[in-house]
């Protein structure tokens, strides 16, 4: 449903968030594995990744990556 979708991204989002303050880049974030636990359910996740990555560093103003 809606709500569960919007709750795991949500929580996708949180935690490239904190690999990126940690000083993560998409490979080290996709390494991590941010969206394991729905891997199975929605399939490949590396367009979500790479999306949420992206957005990320925009919006703090860092263009490395």
């Known amino acids: 449903d809606l709500q569960d979708y919007v709750a795991m991204l949500k929580t996708i989002r949180s ?3 904190r690999l990126i303050e940690n000083g993560a880049s998409l490979t080290d974030v ?3 594995k941010p ?3 729905w891997d199975e359910a ?3 996740p590396a367009l979500v990744v790479d ?3 992206h957005s990320l560093l925009r919006n703090s103003g860092d263009d490395a990556g």
């Open 35 to 37: 969206t394991a636990e």
């Open 42 to 44: 929605t399939g490949d």
């Open 51 to 53: 999306r949420i990555y």
């Open 30 to 32: 996709i390494a991590a």
């Open 15 to 17: 935690r490239i968030q």
